[in-house]
């Protein structure tokens, strides 16, 4: 199993959560990793990015209050979520983009963040 999500549960909102998702080394050390989630009845949407330098990407609904980070000595990458709103309900999936090519890409089983009173 190449990545595999975990730290999903229900929350309030204004709580915070952290994601974590662990690669193989193999992917780990040639892929953009990121965060993409799945609402019911919605399409899978990028919600942060980060490459192998360092560079990030997030989703406008998710700037200010989510972070992604990386830890390369454990192949792992975070998905640090503040302030959580109803909206940021979904099934969270960890996402592995080859930088030497473009139709390697892995990805994970996915995490359900539920947001809700």
């Known amino acids: 199993v190449d990545l595999v999500e975990s730290g999903g549960g229900l929350v309030q909102p204004g709580e915070s959560l952290t994601l974590s998702c662990t690669a193989s080394?193999?992917?780990?050390?040639?892929?953009?990793m990121a965060w993409y989630r799945q609402a019911a009845g919605e399409e899978r949407e990028l919600v942060a990015r980060?490459?192998?330098?360092?560079?990030?990407t997030y989703a406008d609904s998710v700037k200010g209050r989510f972070t992604i980070s990386r830890d390369t000595a454990k192949n792992k990458v975070y998905l640090q979520m503040n302030s959580l709103r109803s909206e940021d309900t979904a099934k969270y999936y960890c996402?592995?983009?080859?930088?030497?090519?473009?139709?390697?890409?892995?990805w994970g089983k996915g995490t359900l963040v539920t947001v809700s009173t």
């Open positions: 996402h592995g983009q080859s930088e030497y090519s473009s139709v390697v890409k892995w």
């Open positions: 080394k193999a992917v780990f050390r040639v892929s953009t």
């Open positions: 980060l490459t192998r330098g360092g560079s990030t």
